[in-house]
């Protein structure tokens, strides 16, 4: 790619939505919005088979949006397993707590056991509040970390740097990048990756490094990690080493060591454990990071040239099969095709100039619900 036929811009949170505005839509239009999608999802929700124990918990690190959330909506409404959730929103600021709302809602109507705290899920008192009354509701738990929370930035001996990306519009309701048409996609340019400083590196440890030991820890001493039938999970993106954004900076580290916890786990607690390998999706996290927005559209636009995209939900269904025979453990390959187009992704990356940006994307656009 010729870098000197792009402008630098800047990666605002949401694609720029005004934070005024944001507030004033979601409190007017969060609610419906959010059970109007909640509806159109559960058409498409079937049963996976699981085999989870009717006295067992799924506590899902998250839940209230992107990944996690499909994954809940498969647990509650396509398997019918308990399940509760632990997000960390702004109720003025984020549509997690309107989603989550609305499960609630509609899991009551149908006598479905889900519960949902709205809490920092690193704090000590968080977990041994939550853990405690979890045994004296159930005999085991299952652990799925979704905590998406850390700097994406670079370890200062690397430097700031900048990486091509995307300018793409954000449904200002929904909070997600919308590919839904071509003008949506304002720009391709460069965006700056900054220097992470020390309270960035400790902050993305403390809830991407250490927050699975510390919840699995704290569910073994209470006896709720039942040995060879619990899991133990969290979700991964397998990147690189050179990738110049999760490769260099906090987020590394912070992968590495969730990744060694699960060897931990297994090991001290008995618990079968799993690294769930996602490709790049279009969820509000990945807006955030620096050149997500263009990896993710370039990859999608070659696997749904290929007839092998899944949607959000569709991986949410795949996996399922940490609670089917053949139990799987170690790493849960959801990414292979993704993984598989990221050559092809680097050519076209090469030949991409800012006026050939709509038409090397025409497979892109369609309705946004599909791609939630």
């Not at 403390?206 to 927050?211: D, I, L, T, V």
């Not at 619990?230 to 987020?251: E, I, K, N, T």
């Amino acid at each position: 790619m010729d870098t000197s036929l792009l402008e630098t811009f800047k990666k605002l949170p949401l694609g720029g939505v005004d934070r005024r505005a944001l507030v004033s839509l979601l409190e007017t239009e969060g609610p419906a919005v959010a059970r109007q999608l909640l509806a159109q999802e559960r058409t498409r929700i079937r049963p996976a088979h699981t085999e989870i124990a009717a006295d067992a918990v799924v506590l899902i690190l998250g839940g209230s949006n992107g990944l996690t959330r499909a994954l809940a909506l498969q647990l509650l409404f396509g398997e019918r397993a308990a399940i509760v959730g632990v997000h960390y929103d702004s109720e003025k600021l984020q549509i997690g707590a309107h989603h989550v709302a609305a499960l609630r809602e509609a899991a009551a109507r149908e006598g479905l056991a889900v519960r949902f705290v709205n809490a920092d899920a690193c704090r000590p008192d968080t977990v041994a509040q939550l853990v405690a009354e979890l045994r004296e509701q159930c005999r085991a738990v299952h652990l799925v970390n979704g905590i998406a929370a850390g700097a994406p930035k670079r370890h200062a001996e690397h430097g700031p740097t900048v990486v091509p990306d995307l300018d793409v519009a954000f449904d200002p309701v929904l909070q997600v990048p919308d590919f839904s048409r071509p003008e949506n996609i304002r720009k391709l340019g460069l965006v700056q990756v900054e220097v992470a400083t020390a309270a960035d590196v400790e902050r993305t440890i403390k809830f991407m490094g250490s927050s699975t030991l510390l919840w699995a820890k704290a569910l073994a001493d209470a006896g709720l990690i039942a040995p060879r039938e619990s899991v133990v999970a969290f979700c991964d993106y397998d990147f690189p080493p050179d990738d110049p954004v999760y490769g260099m900076g906090p987020l590394a580290d912070a992968k590495r060591m969730q990744r060694e916890t699960l060897g931990v786990v297994r090991e001290r607690f008995g618990a079968r454990v799993a690294r769930l390998c996602y490709p790049a999706m279009p969820t509000t996290a990945i807006g955030a990071i620096p050149g997500g927005l263009l990896m993710y559209a370039l990859a999608a636009e070659i696997l749904k040239e290929r007839g092998q995209y899944q949607s959000i939900a569709e991986l949410a269904t795949e996996t399922m099969t940490l609670w089917r025979e053949p139990w799987p453990e170690g790493d849960v390959r959801l990414d292979a095709p993704y993984q598989a187009a990221l050559p092809e992704v680097r050519q076209r990356l090469e030949a991409l100039r800012p006026d050939t940006i709509h038409a090397a994307l025409g497979r892109l656009y369609e309705p946004q619900a599909e791609q939630r």
